[in-house]
């Protein structure tokens, strides 16, 4: 019977391998015969069998039922497994043992290359090895951040947090119609570069690692070559590609452009912060000549950091400074301070956040998702709020409802937070619901939109997220971005989103004919046949898609950016799915 656990969408079956050239030989040992005979541990089995002892691990049956469908065993296995490493971890002279042993499961289990392997492994390995041998991330910490928080881990933060909200919240309005005759912004919104200048036409686009078409790939020949222009495999978007979209756009006015993330490329096991530096000032150069004038209003994405995700907040750096963050936040300091104001240096140069009054009546507020995000190791540490972000946002907010001004939330991620994160942000964006306007993210790479219902008023609409799709053409997909017709500066002015354009750049076209051509792909409100572009339209929008397969067909189509093959079906449960995606209750 096989004894496998989830992890990072790959089974992992606890066997020894003897690999051979062609084949792989199985035989069942327990998990300590594993880690002895693949890290080569140079200690006695009886000490190995002590650490397994102290850590209260039995695992020796010869075989269980897959632990994805029977759940009394995954935390069990993995819990195991992680207090055997960690115990590894905490005696020095079993570091590389420990790193060998994950180094040699990457290569046997065949989820990346030997290269990739190697270098993923070494690019996340001080963090990893401070915070497991310290005792910050426990293994039942870190199996709960696996099996969505069910493994007796103790990592639901919320409870130490001490944030401070002011409970009267004025009744919510339902937002009102605009006059056609009343002023208009026009707002660019991008994201998701993912800028690779590495990137060369006609090298292996199927090179069988994360990031392909660069000139370290091979040469290919027929449909393996990497495009003129782009390539939608696993690829990312070349400077000179990068240069032409940004030039086509600095030819058109607007009011405001909003970048919700992410730089770099996806070589995640191959970066360093002089790299990550490198595509930052490449990027901001660029934006910079396309647009001078024009307020460009950034957030920091995920991928910015190096080892990416892992943004440790700033009391951790005081003990430790294994990572420290000052080396991207001083970064972008300066190259935010063309576009935004000297006085919110001081909250970006803390923690990636920043709040500026743009107008009269309206306030964006951009906070650092990192600080939220599951796969961001450093919020294992569980003394306050990291970087007092939620503090500050629930202050912004109020500041903002006493001045009377409409708020603009611009993040990376919205999606898959640490509770204790989830907790406070849903609790605060809630009670500020009749100040938010509109919130604008990115991060998926795809074409999205996200309704917000507030339980405590029966389910009403009450926000709107508009998720924009991704520069970068990588996985399937086109290049693309948004254009937004806003309520504009007037007396009365909602600053709610009007309707909304997302455009595109065939990438299969682009190659074919050596002339990349920006295209309209679809406007909201004329194509969903919107009465008015509220929370309860969109939430009449995600209704439709539930009950009727051509929408919901037509929305997959437009999510990929048109560049998949539409579905030839979408039953009931595949529309399930897509309103479920599309609603979020608060």
Known sequence: MDLSVKWLNVSYDFHSYERHPMTFKEKPLDIISMIEHKASIKITRNELTQIQNNSNIA?????????????????????????????????????????????????????????????VVEEWRDP???????????????????????????????????ISLNATRPPYKIPRNVSKNSPKLRVLHFSDLHLDDLYQAGRNADCGEPLCCRESDAEATGSHEAGWFADNRNCDI??????????ELSKEKFDIILFTGDIPPHDVYNQTTYDQLHYIDYAYKVFRESFPSTPLLPVVGNHESAPVNLFPPPFSD????????????????????????????STVKKGGYWAWSIFKGLRIIAINTSYGDVNNWYLFYKTHAPADQMQWLADQLNEAELAGEKVWIIGHIYK????????????????????????????????????????????TPV?????????????????????????????????????????????????????????????????YKMKGFFPSDWKAVADKILKNETAAIDYQFFKYKSARQPMLECDASCRK??????????
């Open 318 to 345: 005081e003990s430790h400074s294994s990572h420290p963050m000052a080396w991207l936040y001083d970064n972008l300091a300066t190259h935010w301070s063309h576009w935004l104001p000297q006085e919110v240096m």
């Open 416 to 459: 898959e937070f640490f509770p204790g994160y989830w907790t406070w942000y849903s609790k605060i964006i809630k009670r500020y619901s009749g100040t938010i306007a509109n919130l604008f993210f990115g991060h998926t790479h795809y074409d999205e939109f996200q309704v917000f219902l507030d339980r405590s008023l029966n389910n």
């Open 128 to 162: 990893f090895v401070y915070l497991v041998s310290n005792g910050i991330m426990d293994p039942s910490d870190a199996c709960s951040e696996i099996f969505t928080n069910d493994c007796g881990g103790s990592y639901e933060t919320a409870a130490t947090w001490n």
């Open 59 to 119: 695992i020796s049956a010869n075989s269980f039922a897959t632990l994805k469908k029977v759940s009394e065993w995954k935390c069990s296995v993995c819990v195991a497994a992680g207090e055997v490493i960690s115990k590894l971890l905490k005696v020095s002279s079993l570091d590389s043992a420990a790193v060998d042993f994950i180094k040699e499961t990457c290569i046997t289990l065949k989820i990346q290359s030997e290269r990739v392997c190697d270098m």
């Open 463 to 527: 926000m709107v997220n508009f998720i924009c799709p991704s520069i970068t053409q990588m996985d399937k997909l086109n290049i693309g971005y948004r254009v937004y017709e806003v309520d504009g500066i007037h007396a009365k002015s909602t600053f709610a989103v009007l309707d909304h354009r997302t455009y595109i750049i065939n990438v299969t076209d682009a190659n074919l004919r050596h002339k990349p051509h920006i295209e309209k792909e679809y406007t909201a409100k004329e194509y």
């Open 238 to 247: 070349s400077g000179s590609s990068l240069k032409f979209v940004m030039n």
């Open 577 to 586: 799915d897509i309103y479920d995606s599309l609603i979020m209750e608060i």
